[in-house]
Nanobody
Framework: QVHLVASGGGSVPSGGSLRLSCTASGYRDIDYYQAWFREAPGKQREGIAAIDKEGRTTHSDSLGARFIISQDNAENSFYLQMNNLEPDDTAVYYC???????????????????????WGQGIPVTVSS
């Protein structure tokens, strides 16, 4: 059974940084990639960044270089470093495991929620002005 447990959320002033962590279990032998999403009040869930087992990454163009995904395969964990946070970054953040279409395993991982197969619990991040 797949489990994704996120941690590291909280409150931070504008301009601050946070590092979210997600510990994954139950899919060592399944070729999932790992991703972070967020959902702000009144908005749709938004893909932030994704990384596959080979280290290929996809980052949201709209968030620029402020949000960086990384992973530690030995620890079955992946991370989201968030820098220069703004009040608009206030949201519930989700870690997730996704699947690529068959025959497209060399493609960079997708930020589409439709590609996600498992979600972790959401953790709140609040950025104050």
């Amino acid at each position: 059974q797949v489990h994704l447990v996120a941690s590291g959320g909280g409150s931070v002033p504008s301009g601050g940084s946070l590092r979210l962590s997600c510990t994954a279990s139950g899919y060592r032998d399944i070729d999932y990639y790992q991703a972070w999403f967020r959902e702000a009040p009144g908005k749709q869930r938004e893909g932030i960044a994704a990384i596959d087992k080979e280290g290929r990454t996809t980052h949201s163009d709209s968030l620029g270089a402020r949000f960086i995904i990384s992973q530690d395969n030995a620890e079955n964990s992946f991370y989201l470093q968030m820098n220069n946070l703004e009040p608009d970054d206030t949201a519930v953040y989700y870690c997730a495991a996704g699947a690529k279409p068959r025959g497209f395993m060399s493609r960079a991982p997708s930020l589409s929620p439709q590609s996600i197969r498992h979600w972790g619990q959401g953790i709140p991040v609040t950025v104050s002005s």
